[in-house]
């Protein structure tokens, strides 16, 4: 319980804070920097995910934009710091030997990267977009559906070397980012009913007594 009430206070400082002014995209002196068209050696590709929470917008909302807590949703995550205002480092979950490799052939940044983000309230979503290493971009928009519910949908776009792309368009590398997507989502989802039920269920009790 010390643990629910420690991320529903974070969520409701999250909910309760003056606006803030978007952080700027431009990346600050970065060492492999994302902006311009993309390399004649990488190609764009893309993903959507989308998913229906039994929680309202606000909540939602301020529950994704807790971006720390990615690695419990996504076991493919490693870690995902908050570094500064609206910036955040990621890093993937992979074997030593494989990050390694990926160094040591160019790809490194596969496995790191830092991207800028920004919270807006109107529409409810939560942007991205890296400035450093890996390039991805996408959104997180939350629309309601009344009586406390509401749809999630996660879009996102990414560049991928050349030499990868006949295994981004294989069958099995289609479901693996499919399933990734969704069952981040799927987490997502179970973690934050719950709260939403415990916190009830507290609130429920309190005014019986």
């Not at 995209?25 to 039994?54: F, H, K, W």
């Not at 890093?91 to 040591?104: I, M, N």
């Not at 009344?146 to 776009?157: D, N, S």
């Amino acid at each position: 319980m010390l643990a629910v009430d420690r991320r529903r206070s974070v969520r409701e400082e999250l909910l309760t804070e003056p606006a803030r002014a978007e952080p700027s995209l431009a990346p600050a002196s970065p060492p492999e920097p994302v902006t311009g068209p993309l390399p004649s050696t990488d190609y764009a590709a893309e993903a959507t995910a989308q998913i229906e929470i039994d929680c309202d917008v606000g909540r939602a909302l301020a529950a994704y934009a807790d971006l720390e807590r990615f690695p419990e949703y996504a076991p493919l995550l490693q870690s995902v710091r908050i570094v500064g205002d609206g910036r955040s480092a990621w890093a993937l979950r992979v074997p030593r030997l494989v990050a390694s490799v990926a160094r040591a052939i160019g790809m490194g940044s596969l496995v790191r990267w830092e991207a800028a983000y920004a919270v807006e309230a109107s529409p409810p979503r939560l942007t991205w977009q890296s400035v450093t290493g890996f390039r991805n971009a996408g959104e997180a928009c939350f629309e309601p559906l009344g009586a406390g519910r509401c749809r999630v949908t996660v879009r996102m776009t990414y560049s991928v070397p050349l030499t990868l792309r006949p295994l981004e368009g294989s069958a099995v590398v289609t479901r693996l980012i499919s399933s990734t997507m969704r069952g981040a989502m799927e987490r997502f989802k179970a973690d934050l009913e719950e709260e939403e039920e415990e916190g009830s269920s507290a609130a429920r009790s309190s005014s019986s007594t």
